[in-house]
């Protein structure tokens, strides 16, 4: 059974530091883009990172204009787990952050990233960032 389990959010003040963690099973987690999307009270769901390590990956790591500097991706293979380091949050950083699996090895930052086609999803966790 594929599962995707997402931790590490909480409240922070503005100007702080999160780090979320992604822990994968059922997977194999080289063979996936696994990417980091939000939804703020009231808007919409939206992409903020992806990385894929597949051969002819389009974006390697992809960060969405609002975060680049801040929200750095990265993946332990060996934890099976894909983190979000998030630096300098804003309060428009509060969300509920999810991290999502694709097969597509061209994902990461594709028009499936931005539509929110993925195959697997997480059941998301909740970030807080009070000014």
């Known amino acids: 059974e594929v599962q995707l389990v997402e931790s590490g959010g909480g409240l922070v003040q503005a100007g702080g530091s999160l780090r979320l963690a992604c822990t994968t099973s059922g997977f194999t987690l080289g063979d996936y883009a696994i990417g980091w999307f939000r939804q703020a009270p009231g808007k919409e769901r939206e992409g903020v990172s992806c990385?894929?390590?597949?051969?002819?990956?389009?974006?390697?790591?992809y960060y969405a204009d609002s975060v680049k500097g801040r929200f750095t991706i990265s993946s332990d293979d060996a934890k099976n787990t894909i983190y979000l380091q998030m630096n300098s949050l804003k309060p428009e950083d509060t969300a509920v952050y999810y991290c999502?699996?694709?097969?597509?090895?061209?994902?990461?930052?594709?028009?499936?990233?931005?539509?929110?086609?993925?195959?697997?999803w997480g059941q998301g966790t909740q970030v807080t960032v009070s000014s």
């Open positions: 999502a699996a694709d097969l597509s090895r061209r994902w990461c930052g594709s028009y499936s990233f931005t539509a929110l086609v993925a195959d697997y």
């Open positions: 990385i894929s390590k597949s051969v002819g990956a389009t974006y390697p790591t």
